[in-house]
């Protein structure tokens, strides 16, 4: 598992509800061990473990897989029920249709579908009333965990030719390509929807009755942390750096080890959307906040696992990130 980062945008997204339901958001952020501060910084991130554990922590206190976002509550255990019920099946379209099919039945407004047109596959996001748009966190969340169950279930990352959501993004562009594994996204769309090819749909499921024992002890951590061969070059130079962070490789360095000249490897970075600094940054912040995150590690211990030769860079560093020092962050917790 490696170590990743959450946006504050998502935090506030899983507690946006939570109030009318009775709820106190900073008691739900303190039983997951983040800092309320946090919410007041619009650059601030937690670690994908603290993010999980807030996703959970706020479902079950509201009795509500759907986090308050649809018209009839999603019960307890409604995930895992799925789950079983997909778990037979031996193609991925058996097992999307049948995905599909299974949150069709609730009712609650909101729910996926799978459509086959020729060529193309694709999971849509269907409204009982067309006229009112899902919240864009729902949509997110229902179109998140198809395409991430969907790759668990061949063990590989599901390749779209399109993510479509149709609305304008609501935080950084970055956040979106994360959440669909650099696929290429499309925003102010006629539907929301994840478009593949329909040959995908031949696949086989590898996953069985035992391995989904394991998937089901902490289902949301896995779908947010998994992770099969990726050839991209961003996931590729991020596997390079994290690596060998200690001794904090340069963009020649990691050029060496992938084998490829240091101008191309600009180029190819380029053309995903990023750049080495970035992406040297991004595996910096995570592993520092990853790390915050554990008992008896001293700031000075993490800045050194996170690649600084000195904790005064370290810290302003982690106040770019976040907004907070490092003490700060960690007294929240």
């Known amino acids: 598992m490696r170590d990743y980062s959450i946006s504050v945008y998502f ?20 039983k997951s061990r983040i800092s309320p501060r946090l919410l007041l910084e619009k650059e601030a991130r937690i670690s994908v473990e603290r993010f999980a554990d807030l996703q959970v ?57 799978l459509i086959v047109d020729g060529d193309e596959a694709r999971i849509g996001v269907v409204t009982a009333d067309e006229g009112a748009a899902p919240d864009p966190y729902m949509t997110e969340l229902l179109l998140f965990n198809a395409h991430r169950f969907a790759s668990w279930l061949i063990q590989e990352h599901l390749p779209l030719q399109c993510a479509q959501l149709a609305y304008p993004p609501a935080t950084d562009l970055r956040e979106y390509r994360a959440m669909f594994l650099g696929n290429p996204i499309e925003f102010e769309a006629q539907h929301s929807q994840l478009v593949f090819s329909t040959a995908l749909l031949d696949r086989r499921i590898t996953q069985t009755e035992q391995t989904l024992r394991h998937f089901l002890r902490h289902p949301v951590l896995m779908l947010l942390t998994q992770t099969y061969d990726q050839n991209s070059w961003t996931a590729r130079v991020r596997e390079a750096v994290h690596q060998h962070l200690i001794d904090m490789p340069e963009l020649n360095d990691v050029a060496a080890m992938l084998d490829v000249h240091p101008q191309t490897l600009r180029r190819r970075l380029s053309t995903e959307g990023t750049t080495f600094k970035e992406v040297k940054s991004q595996v910096r912040r995570d592993t520092a906040l990853h790390y915050l995150g554990k008992q008896g590690l001293s700031i000075e211990e993490i800045a050194h696992r996170a690649g600084f030769s000195e904790s005064s860079a ?20």
Not at 12 to 30: C, E, F, M, T
Not at 314 to 333: D, E
Request: hydrophobic share 40%.
């Open 314 to 333: 370290f810290i302003r560093a982690f106040k770019g990130w976040t907004g907070v020092t490092p003490y700060t962050y960690r007294k929240g917790l």
């Open 11 to 30: 935090i506030k997204a899983v507690l946006k509800n939570a109030v009318a339901q009775g709820l106190d958001p900073i008691s739900l952020l303190r």
């Open 57 to 113: 922590n706020t479902m079950l206190a509201m009795n509500d897989e759907a986090l308050g976002y649809v018209s009839r509550r999603t019960p307890i255990g409604c995930w895992s029920m799925m789950c079983h019920a997909v778990i037979g099946c031996e193609t991925l379209g058996q097992a999307i249709a049948r995905y599909c099919r299974f949150y069709q039945l609730f009712e609650s407004g909101v729910h996926p579908q």
